[in-house]
């Protein structure tokens, strides 16, 4: 299947069923800038108002597949197997943290730069997160170009893919490349300013070379907020 034919069945046919999966009180997603470079083809993010909620329908952490109990979740997971390579799709359960918000809350069209972070293997996940929320985040918020940066903590770590994931915003794709890099390596350079300070505070506490990421355009499909 193509990145293209990817795309059209998940838009078209997929889309449809996963935005009335029950608890889902919004639902995003995030289409790759640079599809021939990303990591992944795309992003699918579901917001749930309860934990309970989104396990019903999603299953918990500690593994890639998941058996639904609910009516839509089932047959949005049924579908997943005509387009998805289950086995080889990371995802994670976690509490969003805004840790800064210039958009009001409306990142529909905005780019957004997703990075799964890997702590480093001397590194216990509190000692990461502890440093992650108190030394690095109040430099990331400051990025040139950053509008919205949103922190997700997984609620289950034992079982986590990843020890987080960062969230950062920007109105003009320029801006995101000229910050945090371009499509196509894990690692980049960055020019100057808090970015810099960003790129090199990173070294203290993540395994960079293990930590995939993503750089995208959101579309909002739902949202009850």
Wanted: negative net charge; hydrophobic residues 35%; charged residues 35%.
């Amino acid at each position: 299947m193509s990145h293209e034919e990817f795309v059209e069945y998940w838009q078209n046919n997929h889309t449809p069923i996963a935005k009335d999966i029950e608890g889902v009180v919004r639902y995003q997603q995030v289409l790759p800038t640079e599809p021939e470079h990303a990591e992944f083809d795309g992003l699918a993010e579901l917001y749930f108002e309860t934990l309970e909620d989104l396990y019903e329908a999603l299953g918990s952490p500690g593994s890639r597949d998941y058996d639904p109990t609910k009516e839509i979740a089932a047959e949005a997971r049924d579908d997943v197997d005509n387009f998805l390579a289950v086995e080889e799709r990371p995802r994670i359960i976690g509490e969003e943290i805004v840790q800064k918000d210039e958009v009001d809350g409306d990142t529909d069209g905005l780019y957004k730069h997703s990075a799964f972070l890997v702590r480093q293997d001397d590194m216990t996940h509190e000692e990461f997160i502890d440093h992650w929320q108190n030394n690095h985040t109040p430099i990331a918020r400051e990025i040139e170009g950053v509008v919205k940066y949103n922190t997700v903590i997984p609620t289950d770590p034992e079982n986590a893919e990843f020890d987080g994931v960062a969230e950062l915003y920007f109105e003009d794709l320029d801006k995101l490349y000229r910050a945090l890099g371009s499509e196509g390596s894990r690692d980049y350079d960055a020019p100057g300013g808090k970015a810099k300070e960003a790129r090199e505070d990173v070294d203290n506490f993540l395994a960079i070379d293990e930590r995939p990421r993503f750089i995208g355009w959101e579309r909002l499909v739902k949202d009850q907020g």
